[in-house]
């Protein structure tokens, strides 16, 4: 039977590069098109791209790009390069630069590979495994600690008086501000303190009332020895002809090499303190106080809550003993009778401190009272002499056995005494030291406050060393305060006595401890974020900073919340992503919903691995394996795209997956399952194939969502020879069923992508890409591939058609496609599998009649086959390719003959 008909195609679908072409009916190539944005039928010639700069300093690839955009605003565009180094654009896109890219912010680093970044309160992350995490806080960041200090005594290095305005400067409100009026000099005990997330270099002060007086300013930062130090570079745009604080305007300085976090007004962090040369006026007032900082490493840093010791140990070398103590209710007392008395304590961590909380038993070192004529001394004969008061306890005065007490006020017993019982409201004395008198004034003192004095010393593994820097807050535990010191950097730990293996500290009086004394111990620990490695990914994560280190490379590190800096503390938590026993490098994590989602590399027989972590704080995370052997090459080698139909959700209004590579294929994922979706690409991933990616360059292959185009743009490094992405695959994730995949050529080779916000210009998203030349490019821009030289783009696709077991005899090919104002395409025929195609005459899109498409035929001068395939070709630079649908003409099929 044969029957006439004719069979119109649609443009639609993705390229098959598994099948062999001479079997089937689709896309073999479909190389530089798009979908019709609605994913109907229908084609159209990608756009082009062109160079963000005209010169570059290094021909070197581009391995990552990314926008940050500040507290303040400003939005920038920075490019990791191939030598590990970062350069952040002069021009702010859609403007172009003439000249090089941009300038240097991160130094050059040996093993980079493609960075992490991201965002925490507008602070930016970076990660790069070749250094440690970097951060940077960028312009207009919010202060985290403002305290106007105004004494009457010596600064105590923790202070413990302040008015707070943090809250007031860190909004731009006008009557919400912090005031300092009068303010004095250092020398007269008063100050400005600020804290800051990360280091600072400026400060931008917003004035409300501003300063009249003649004064100008200096400023200190807290040095790793623990004390205040110059800052150096001081320049106060504040200033007007020597006068301080007269108008808006930023104080910088050169960041100091030494700097080190504080603690103080309860938080850590990095303090500066400003200080006038003399007195402010009457009326001065700030509304907003912010500050910047360069790029840098990012440090573990104490989260301020104190941290109780392990253990701690009493020592009397009179008898010889050791008593053994928790934390709390360290007895103390009657101790330091000898030199060769201490307490020892136990600590997880180094320290720069510790606090002594004495509660209601304090070391008494003074005490002292004045009768009301109500004061006696007894002779006792040949028995203890003593004093009596009527009005009180003198116990509860502070007074003990032993104390030298002095007497004054009195007639015949001015004189120094040794107590040698105090009950309630009798001292005694050795006999014969006091003459009687009856119901004086006298005065009674014990002080040790002037002689009495605390040291304090750490194991360094060969002995003991005195702490540097000391400072006794405590005032040998006469009452609850800090104890602080420079860091312990050479502390070693060891097994002290036999007991818990830890870094070691212990102190002495020079004076006895009174009879009841008994404090609490409880450290001030730092951290060296290096002693976990270098920073190999990162992110953040419910307001957590969540951070990977090369070393031991399956744990995650769960920062504290709204904290950059802090992996310490109960609000963290160290995570293993594994849970069978393998060590696989985390390499990229992304939130996805409101879990987070990590890969591991593919590494030995069980691969990779994806994972999801789920809770909200520490106590409650954990894990969920998604897969147990897909992990990822990269962290540039994922998407996340919303919107994506699936079964469940045809609508996909919210619905969101991740795409990404893994060593096996391209895949995607839901948080529950993986799915690959590479199949029609498949030759990519076959290690059989010679165009399959290149073992030891996984982190070369790039995947970017290209929101214009509603398309994943991905990039592979294929075959034997490439050292950058080569092969450019095009996946459309809005019609999973038809896995539409197509291929570009680039006039560049393109390292990388990202999506940006415009800095101008009427489109909001722009999208820009990295490429092996050293050039970054704005792609989805003009019609041709504009570099060095003009590339036009050259877009083709070539459509298979087969009988499936039928023969086909068409008379006439008929191509519909949108009309230009010029450009010309070319249609090509081949049959029967025959790689060998015959060019018709080029056709014209220009429309003679006006309509909105143009139709051309082409004849196929052949008799009956099993197959055609035709090509379409478009190289013009002038004008799109768009095409809509093609239809076969007075086809007639005839059903094959059985045998």
Request: glycine fraction near 10%; charge should be negative; aromatic fraction near 12%.
């Amino acid at each position: 039977m044969i029957k006439n008909t004719s069979k119109r195609i649609d443009f639609k679908g993705g390229v098959n590069k598994v099948a062999e072409t001479a079997t089937m009916t689709g896309f073999s190539t479909k190389q530089n098109f798009r979908d019709c944005k609605n994913n109907r039928s229908g084609l159209v010639s990608r756009k082009g791209q062109s160079r963000q700069h005209s010169t570059t300093d290094a021909a070197q690839e581009i391995v990552t790009l990314f926008q940050h955009i500040e507290k303040g605003g400003t939005k920038n565009l920075y490019a990791q390069r191939v030598d590990g180094s970062v350069h952040k654009a002069t021009s702010l896109p859609p403007a172009t630069t003439t000249g090089n890219f941009g300038t240097e912010v991160l130094g050059t680093a040996t093993g980079s590979i493609p960075a992490s970044f991201s965002f925490l309160d507008k602070n930016l992350l970076y990660s790069d495994k070749a250094r440690g995490h970097y951060g940077f806080p960028g312009v207009g960041q919010s202060v985290k600690g403002f305290v106007v200090y105004k004494g009457s005594a010596a600064i105590p290095v923790i202070p413990q008086i302040g008015e707070d305005y943090t809250n007031e400067v860190s909004d731009s409100s006008t009557t919400r501000v912090a005031i300092l009026n009068s303010l004095n000099t250092l020398a007269n005990y008063n100050t400005v303190y600020i804290c800051t997330e990360l280091r600072a270099n400026s400060l931008t002060f917003t004035m409300v009332n501003v300063n009249g007086n003649t004064v100008t300013l200096s400023g200190q930062y807290w040095k790793s020895d623990g004390t205040w130090a110059s800052l150096t570079g001081f320049s106060d745009g504040t200033a007007i002809g020597g006068v301080a604080f007269a108008q808006t305007g930023t104080i910088t300085w050169t960041h100091p090499s030494d700097e080190i976090p504080h603690y103080q007004f309860g938080k850590t962090g990095y303090w500066y303190r400003l200080n006038v040369s003399a007195a402010l006026d009457s009326s001065v007032s700030v509304a907003q106080v912010t500050y910047t900082g360069s790029w840098q490493a990012i440090e573990n840093v104490w989260d301020g809550a104190l941290v109780p010791i392990i253990e701690a140990q009493t020592y009397k070398i009179a008898s010889l003993r050791y008593s053994v103590y928790g934390h709390n209710s360290i007895n103390i007392s009657g101790m330091f009778r000898d030199s060769g008395d201490y307490v020892y304590f136990a600590s997880n961590h180094r320290l720069c401190g510790f606090y002594i909380n004495v509660g209601n038993t304090p070391n008494i070192i003074k005490a002292a009272i004045t009768g009301s004529t109500d004061v006696s001394f007894v002779d006792g004969g040949t028995s203890d002499d003593f004093i009596t008061w009527q009005q009180a306890r003198f116990d509860l005065e502070g007074f003990e056995d032993g104390q030298s007490i002095v007497i004054t006020n009195t007639v015949s017993n001015n004189a120094t005494r040794k107590a040698k019982l105090v009950t309630g409201n009798k001292i005694y004395t050795e006999t014969g030291t006091l003459t009687a008198e009856t119901n004086v004034s006298a005065t009674l003192t014990f002080d040790n406050t002037g002689s009495n004095t605390m040291t304090c010393e750490f194991w360094d593994g060969d002995g003991w060393t005195a702490v540097s820097n000391f400072n006794d807050g405590t005032t040998v535990a006469s009452k609850s305060g800090f104890v602080t010191f420079s860091r312990t950097a050479t502390a070693q730990k060891t097994q002290f006595n036999e007991s818990v293996y830890a870094y070691w500290y212990r102190f002495k009086f020079s004076k006895v401890a009174s009879r009841f004394a008994s404090i609490a111990i409880s450290g001030m620990p730092y951290f060296d974020i290096a002693d976990l490695g270098n920073g190999t990914c990162s992110t953040t994560w419910q307001g957590r900073p969540v951070y990977n280190f090369d070393k031991d490379g399956n744990f995650i590190w769960i920062g504290s919340s709204n904290r950059v800096c802090s992996l310490n503390g109960d609000d963290y938590r160290p995570f293993n992503v594994s849970d069978d026993g393998e060590t696989n490098q985390c390499l990229a994590m992304t939130p996805f919903f409101q879990h987070l989602l990590v890969w591991q590399e593919e590494k030995g027989m069980k691969g990779g691995k994806t994972t999801i972590i789920q809770g909200y704080s520490p106590d409650t995370f954990q894990k969920y394996t998604v897969s147990g052997n897909i992990g990822i090459v990269n962290a540039k080698a994922y998407d996340v795209v919303d919107g994506i139909p699936t079964p469940s959700n045809p609508k996909a209004s919210n619905a969101k997956m991740v795409y990404f590579i893994s060593n096996k294929g391209f895949y995607k994922t839901d948080g529950m399952s993986v799915v690959c979706v590479s199949d029609p690409v498949g030759i990519y991933f076959d290690p059989s194939n010679a165009n399959c990616i290149r073992k030891g360059y996984e982190n070369k292959h790039w995947v970017k969502y290209d929101s214009m185009t509603k398309n994943i743009l991905i990039g592979l490094c294929t075959g034997s020879s490439a050292t950058v992405a080569n092969t450019f695959l095009v996946f459309n994730p809005f019609v999973p069923e038809e896995q539409a995949w197509g291929t570009d050529t680039r006039g560049q080779a393109l390292t990388c992508m990202v999506e940006l916000e415009a800095n101008s210009g009427n489109v909001t998203t722009l999208q820009y890409a990295g490429s092996s030349d050293g050039f970054v490019y704005q792609i989805n821009t003009g019609l041709n591939d504009v570099g060095a030289s003009t590339v036009s783009i050259p877009s083709q696709v070539v459509l298979e058609i087969d009988g499936n077991g039928e023969k086909i005899d068409a008379k006439t090919i008929q191509v519909r496609c949108k009309a230009q104002t010029a450009g010309t395409f070319t249609p090509s025929i081949a049959f029967n599998g025959n790689p060998s195609f015959t060019d018709e005459a080029t056709k014209s899109m220009i429309s003679a009649d006006g309509n909105a498409y143009v139709f051309h035929d082409f004849s196929i001068n052949r008799d009956v086959v099993d197959h055609i395939a035709v090509k379409l070709t478009h190289d013009t630079v002038s004008e799109e390719f768009y095409l809509y649908d093609m239809a076969l003409i007075n086809v007639k099929v005839k059903n094959v003959i059985k045998t």
